[in-house]
């Protein structure tokens, strides 16, 4: 069974950089698929945010590009989010996903996790 | 704004069929897989239906997705209480190249 569980601060402040690590278990990322990053504002809809594969290929959201990187450490089977210079429009639920690319469909997804931004 | 429309609401009694719309371009749904997601209040979005009309093992055969052009719809039938959710679309924009989701759907079922 796929699991994806996202882990980083809950609270950042303006100007600063957002940070968070999904773990991945049962199933390795050099396996295939690529991975990302799905948002979602308080009481809005989803936002993709960006996706990067094994070999370190990534795609990302043009209206976040200049403030987003996406990377990803095989050896520990975890891909991490980096969003810079945030304000409190990127207070959001944050999810980590499979799939992101949506050939098949985003298939297994993280919890999610809260990163409010605020001094 | 959404790369992908969807309408705010739909609602239908138990046991109703109801269909959500989504509308993109040739960018997008005009080249593209459409997959849809079920969100419950306060939990993960769940794959509902990938590659336009296929169901991900453990879905009811009540839910159902066909696209046509640059529209996708998804279908839901024998509706139920607990099939009150957001729904949202989702494709892949060649011209982006990033993906994207429709704004969701709020389904309540009367």
């Known amino acids: 069974q796929v699991q994806l569980q996202e882990s980083g601060p809950g609270l950042v402040k303006p100007s600063e950089t957002l940070s968070l690590t999904c773990g991945v278990s049962?199933?390795?990322?050099?396996?295939?698929?690529?991975w990302g990053w799905i948002r979602q504002p308080p009481g809005k809809g989803l936002e993709w945010i960006g996706s990067?594969?094994?070999?370190?290929?990534?795609y990302y959201n043009p209206s976040l590009k200049s403030r987003v990187t996406i990377s990803v450490d095989t050896s520990k089977n975890q891909f991490s989010l980096e969003l810079s210079s945030v304000t409190a429009a990127d207070t959001a639920v944050y999810y980590c996903a499979r799939g992101v690319t949506m050939v098949r469909g985003v298939d297994y997804w993280g919890q999610g996790t809260l990163v409010t931004v605020s001094s | 704004q959404s790369v992908l429309t969807q309408p705010p609401s739909v609602s239908a009694a138990p046991g109703q069929k109801v269909t959500i719309s989504c509308s993109g371009s040739s960018s997008n749904i005009g080249n593209n897989y459409v997959s849809w997601y079920q969100q419950l209040p306060g939990t993960a979005p769940k794959l509902l239906i990938y590659?336009?009309?296929k169901r991900p093992s453990g879905i009811p055969d009540r839910f159902s997705g066909s696209r046509s052009g640059t529209s996708a719809t998804l279908g839901i039938t024998g509706l139920q209480t607990g099939d009150e959710a957001d729904y949202y679309c989702g494709t892949w924009d060649s011209s982006l190249s990033a993906g994207g989701f429709g704004g969701g759907t709020k389904l309540t079922v009367l």
């Open positions: 049962g199933y390795s990322i050099s396996s295939g698929y690529y």
């Open positions: 990067i594969y094994h070999s370190g290929s990534t």
């Open positions: 590659e336009d009309n």
